[in-house]
């Protein structure tokens, strides 16, 4: 008996209207992109490990997929180690290479490596697969598109409100409402300095980063279990429990970081781009969270995240501010700042709060009946017309009833049906059927071309 065919763990097939629906949600970011003036680069599904290891953190190392090397993978290995199970010796001499975990570190590298080839500031975004070996949920699937825009070689707030205004655009076009949170890496730098744990800095961060998730008792659990004292979590329970307008919770950080530099820096970087804001027509609500950290390695400034309301769905968006990446690759001083759009997850948002449009059910406006060999031959004639008036139109290949090729539109989602018989050819009146309404009309064959354009 064959075996069942089936795909990995947290991977999909996409049906034809899923690629329709996925397409509207891929063609209206890149509208948008191109419209800021952004620029679309490919990189490869693999990157040396090398590239990939250590710029994502302890967590994101582990959640890399490796892939072995080719032909006798297993000749230089130390059959000791694999005795010992000491996989992580293990997987550095049978894989020097892995899927990308995301488009940031491989955009970072080719920014570096095709340095003299780039005019800076370089407005980039790409739109691409992305692999991480998580444990698959809702929302969350080990390959997934991500949508990518970064400005590099920048220093400028006004990318970062820059980005804000992309990511607003994007989801009011989409009809999402949404929140995008803000903090500043040099906020949470701040914070550890505050309570005399600077070396604490990636414990604090990653703690605290749970807050919504799992409250505030349960963070301060959890930095009890890192070292950090009574002393500074008793400093830090009023900075997690900031409240009030942005404004406001700014000030009050303002005050606390009298001595501390970094905090002073980071507060007036987010002040400088929320003032910016203000002035500019934004749609979705502008929050300051001083516990927002994304656990990524590589933030130096701005954190964003975005979560669409009415779902709970995690983050749809996300990015930041990154001054030290392409230095770790042999280019130091050059700052970048971008963020990622999720697409699967903006997909499921899309798909929870029935927000597709019903038109991308379907690549064709029109289909046209097919009554025998002559109806067919003359049909293809109208076909092309159509085709070269750019209507997005097919020809049913087959002369079946017509109840059949009737049920084939509707099932495609298809909203008009051209009946093209034998009395139709000789009126040249032809029937549009209406697929949603079930109303007819007898035209012209230029008239139904109007009609279909104006509908």
Not at 197 to 213: C, G, N
Not at 390 to 404: F, N, T
Request: net charge neutral; glycine share 8%; hydrophobic share 35%.
């Amino acid at each position: 008996m064959a075996q069942k065919p089936s795909i990995p763990k947290g991977t999909r097939d996409f049906s034809p209207t899923e690629m329709a629906r996925r397409n509207y949600i891929f063609d209206t970011i890149k509208e948008v992109f191109r419209k800021y003036g952004y620029l679309p680069i490919e990189t490869p599904a693999m990157e040396n490990l090398s590239t990939l290891m250590g710029k994502y953190g302890e967590e994101g190392d582990r959640l890399l997929f490796k892939v072995l090397n080719s032909g006798d993978f297993l000749k230089k290995m130390d059959v000791s180690d694999l005795k010992e199970n000491k996989a992580a010796k293990t997987a550095t001499k049978i894989s020097d290479k892995g899927l990308r975990y995301d488009l940031t570190v491989p955009f970072a590298r080719y920014v570096v490596q095709h340095r003299n080839d780039i005019t800076f500031p370089f407005k980039r975004y790409q739109v691409q697969a992305v692999w991480r070996a998580d444990r698959p949920q809702k929302g969350r699937y080990r390959e997934f598109y991500q949508c990518d825009i970064d400005v590099i070689g920048s220093n400028s707030l006004l990318n970062e409100t820059e980005l804000i205004r992309v990511i607003d655009e994007i989801f009011k076009t989409l009809g999402i409402n949404i929140t995008i949170k803000l903090n500043n890496r040099k906020i949470l730098s701040g914070i550890a300095e505050k309570v005399n744990a600077p070396e604490k800095l990636m414990d604090i961060t990653i703690a605290i980063d749970k807050l919504d998730k799992i409250g505030v008792e349960k963070v301060y659990e959890e930095l009890k279990s890192k070292g950090i004292d009574d002393d500074a979590i008793s400093q830090l329970k009023p900075i997690m429990g900031l409240s009030g307008t942005n404004s406001g919770k700014l000030k009050i950080l303002e005050a606390l970081f009298d001595n501390v530099e970094q905090g002073q820096k980071g507060v007036a970087e987010l002040e400088a781009v929320l003032n910016q804001l203000d002035m500019l027509d934004i749609k979705a609500n502008i929050q300051f969270d001083q516990s927002l950290a994304r656990g990524l390695n590589y933030y130096t400034g701005a954190i964003i995240e975005v979560k669409a309301e009415g779902v709970n769905i995690g983050s749809i968006c996300g990015g930041g501010r990154y001054d030290n990446l392409t230095g770790i690759f042999g280019l130091p001083g050059i700052s970048g700042v971008g963020v990622s759009f999720g697409a699967d997850r903006i997909y499921d948002t899309l798909q929870e709060l029935d927000l597709f449009p019903k038109q991308t059910a379907s690549s064709s406006r029109v289909m046209i009946t097919n009554f025998g060999e002559t109806e067919s031959l003359h049909a293809l004639k109208v076909l092309e017309e159509m085709h070269n008036e750019g209507i997005y139109a097919e020809l049913y290949p087959d002369s079946a009833k017509i109840q059949k090729q009737m049920r084939y539109a509707d099932q495609k989602a298809i909203p008009f049906v051209l009946l093209v018989g034998e009395q139709e050819i000789k009126s040249g009146d032809y029937t549009l059927k209406n697929m949603l309404t079930g109303t007819q009309h007898n035209f012209k064959l230029s008239q139904i071309i109007s009609f279909i354009k104006e509908n």
